[in-house]
């Protein structure tokens, strides 16, 4: 009796069991336990126990478990659940998949930022990514202290100071240009070019934007959906507007809110290596 037993004990369980057991697994382990054997492969393959796991994950692909399909690549069989279930899971992890890092660094990169007024520079600003004042949360968005980075005009005998824009009256004169370079003048993105686009607060500020492109080379008919966007914090002094500090940043239109640093180098990248 002890041999009998011990030969029944060394026999696979049967099928039926296994159907029973695999009810109570979760997809991962249906799927380890699949590789056992082929007769296992087989019993945990039943549409029975993976239909609640695919209606229960991905509801939408379980509708086309009934679909036929029109060019007879199944022979017109239904898709299987436990197929629907794999299609749904790859789908998934490449969706949350996480991006990859930016190639380049706030480092490589130069900032120029002029303000122009009837063909006159009344504000230049040139500084590399690291040397800027970005947002402590992380945020594609930096602050500019005109009176700090005050330069001199090539030609001119006066320092650059506040930016005298001139009279409310004229301020659609105004042209914004903001480039990015990339170190060792390997690449220049045009970030913004508005001429008289701007919306201006009377004492207050102006504000301009400018749609960016889609990265890709076959992107004429698609949208970014990202801005650039600029700040100008105003002052008044004898009647005149003055320029008195700058805020840029790449705004995504889509959720209303500033791109991350490393989001915004992984657009930019697209045009400064190309």
């Not at 399909?69 to 749904?88: H, I, M, P, Q």
């Not at 890709?216 to 698609?222: A, D, K, L």
């Not at 100008?232 to 791109?259: H, P, Q, T």
Request: hydrophobic content about 40%; overall charge positive; some cysteine.
């Amino acid at each position: 009796m002890s041999i009998v037993s011990l030969s029944s004990q060394k026999q696979p369980p049967p099928w039926q069991v296994v159907v029973l057991v695999a009810n109570h697994l979760d997809p991962k382990t249906l799927a380890i336990s699949s590789c056992v054997c082929k007769s296992w492969l087989i019993s945990m393959s039943l549409d029975q126990i993976w239909q609640p796991l695919c209606c229960s994950y991905y509801p939408s692909l379980s509708t086309l478990h009934n679909f036929n399909n029109n060019n007879n690549d199944n022979n017109g069989s239904n898709v299987s659940y436990r197929r629907l279930f794999a299609l749904g899971q790859r789908a998934s992890n490449r969706r949350w998949k996480p991006p990859s890092k930016p190639c380049i660094l706030l480092k490589n990169i130069i900032f120029a930022l002029n303000i122009y007024k009837n063909s006159t520079c009344v504000v230049s600003f040139v500084k590399h990514g690291d040397q800027l004042n970005f947002d402590k949360k992380g945020i594609f968005r930096f602050d500019i202290d005109v009176e700090q980075y005050r330069r001199r005009i090539p030609g001119s005998a006066t320092d650059i100071k506040n930016g005298d824009l001139g009279s409310f009256d004229t301020l659609g004169d105004v042209i914004i240009m903001w480039d990015v370079i990339l170190e060792g003048y390997r690449g220049v993105f045009n970030v913004m070019n508005c001429k008289g686009k701007g919306r201006f607060v009377l004492g207050l500020e102006g504000w301009f934007s400018e749609e960016l492109p889609p990265p890709g080379c076959c992107s004429i008919e698609t949208v970014s959906g990202l801005v650039a966007d600029l700040r100008l914090g105003l002052k008044l002094e004898d009647g005149k507007a003055m320029v008195e500090n700058i805020s840029a940043g790449i705004l995504s239109i889509i959720s209303w809110r500033y791109l991350f640093v490393e989001d915004a180098l992984r657009y930019l990248q697209h045009f400064l290596s190309s």
